[in-house]
């Protein structure tokens, strides 16, 4: 793959680094008090939307730019540099609204893609349930259709991102107990302000509320809240997925985090950047996040060329997601105490990235997908006379609760 840009690309990367040049002071600080950051990330996220900078490859009927993955990761590339933030709702652009595009109805994708872009309406997806994470297909909400065709929706979810100021959600829902897991389940858009809706937060150690409980007491939806057709959640589950594994860790520059950085942060002890010891693992770190980007590349020129990346795009997430934890571990070994003196990036890096093991599939079981799906290693070993791990667990937990 040629890592250049071509003529056009380039033409297009001068525009972009132009125009957030020239509005950078519009974009919100971060270490806004969390009752003004959210109206300001939104505002913040139109002006990139009216100006092609989020949905780059959306198709051009719904308000995206038509572009390629390379365009995506220019625009990307330039908001890390222009050091601004990018949209609030990558949730909602990244993976529910190509989920929508995929399976939506006309109706479905002319009501909600705009708004989405826009930040007039958040998003939030609503998956993970106390006993359905890795198992996703183990989901216990329930949907019940009445005779008028609406459904009836009860059951819990948790984790949900955003759920606190979202309009809507994606949520996957059993509608069938009476088949085998996968084949029972139905993918709804429910309003998070509907009648029975109970939000509820979940404060971190970052001091963040950003996921939450969320509790379904009979809540009504109409029958066209069903995306992809009932009996059909699992696939379209699969492609909110896919898109959420290219979302986290596997874009060429990873999460953002450049080795560069590292050195600035360490850089700030004078007596660090001497030390052989700090110098060897800013050198692994490095190594690390180099190996991520130029694997970024081998996934972009793949779905350059429209292929779409199998398991080995999980490799990013958990190569990405582990060296930013041993970067920052660093950081807060070279700087002690005043690294989280930091309002902002070193105390969020050491407190919020390690939670990120587990988003968007844990370490664990991306580990074991690429052992036997990449490497062709035997399959995942079955303990207690042949049950699976995650059965055993499930078993665990009845054990518990009982
Ligand atoms: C920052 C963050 C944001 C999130 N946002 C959302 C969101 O917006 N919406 C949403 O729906 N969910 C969200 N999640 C939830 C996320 O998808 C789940 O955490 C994830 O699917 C793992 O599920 P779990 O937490 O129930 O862990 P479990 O599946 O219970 O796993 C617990 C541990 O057991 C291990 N394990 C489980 N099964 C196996 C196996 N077969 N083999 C080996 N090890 C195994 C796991 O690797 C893990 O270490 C978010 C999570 C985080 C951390």
């Known amino acids: 793959m040629d890592l250049n840009d071509t ?27 969390e009752e003004e950051l959210v109206p300001a990330q939104r505002a913040w996220q139109r002006r990139l939307a009216e100006n092609g900078m989020a949905g ?13 993955p390379i365009e995506s990761v220019i625009v990307g590339q330039e908001i890390a540099k222009a050091r601004v933030p990018g949209i609030l709702d990558v949730i909602g652009v990244g993976m529910l609204g190509p989920t929508i595009i995929a399976h939506g109805t006309q109706e479905q994708k002319g009501r909600y893609l705009g708004p989405m872009l826009h930040a007039d309406e958040v998003w939030c997806q609503l998956f993970s349930e106390p006993a359905a994470g890795s198992d996703l297909a183990a989901v216990q909400c329930r949907a019940r259709q009445e005779d008028d065709g609406s459904w009836r929706l009860t059951g819990q979810k948790v984790w949900t991102t955003n759920a606190q100021f979202s309009a809507h959600g994606l949520l996957l829902a059993r509608t069938d107990a009476d ?70 860790g596997s874009g060429a520059e990873g999460l953002g985090y450049r080795p560069e950085r590292f050195v600035e942060l360490v850089a700030r002890d004078e007596h660090a950047s001497a030390d052989p010891e700090v110098r060897r693992r800013l050198g692994e770190i490095s190594i690390e996040l180099l190996a991520v980007r130029f694997g970024g590349y081998r996934l972009l020129s793949m779905l350059q060329q429209g292929t779409i990346p199998g398991p080995e795009a999980g490799l990013a997430k958990v190569t990405t997601v582990s060296a930013a934890i041993e970067a920052f571990d660093l950081v807060a070994d070279v700087l002690g105490p005043d690294a989280l003196d930091e309002a902002g990036e070193t105390a969020y890096g050491i407190s919020f990235l390690p939670g990120l093991k587990s988003a968007g599939g844990t370490e664990e079981i991306l580990r074991n997908t690429i052992g036997e799906r990449v490497l062709g290693l035997p399959p995942e070993p079955r303990l207690d006379k042949g049950i699976p791990f995650s059965e055993l667990r499930a078993k665990e937990r009845e054990a518990v609760a009982k």
């Open 179 to 248: 088949v085998p897991k996968h084949k029972g389940l139905t993918m709804f858009i429910l309003p998070m302000d509907a009648e029975g809706v109970t939000i509820r937060g979940l404060r971190q150690i970052s001091g963040e509320a950003e996921f939450n409980e969320v509790f379904l007491d009979d809540v009504r939806v109409e029958a066209d809240a069903v995306v992809g057709g009932p009996g059909n959640g699992w696939g379209t589950a699969l492609t909110t997925l896919m898109f959420e594994r290219l979302t986290i």
């Open 7 to 33: 003529p056009e690309q380039a033409a297009y990367r001068v525009r972009v680094a132009a125009w957030l040049h020239e509005h950078r002071d519009e974009a919100p600080a971060l270490d806004l008090p």
């Open 56 to 68: 780059v490859t959306w198709p051009e009927e719904f308000g995206g730019q038509g572009l390629g």
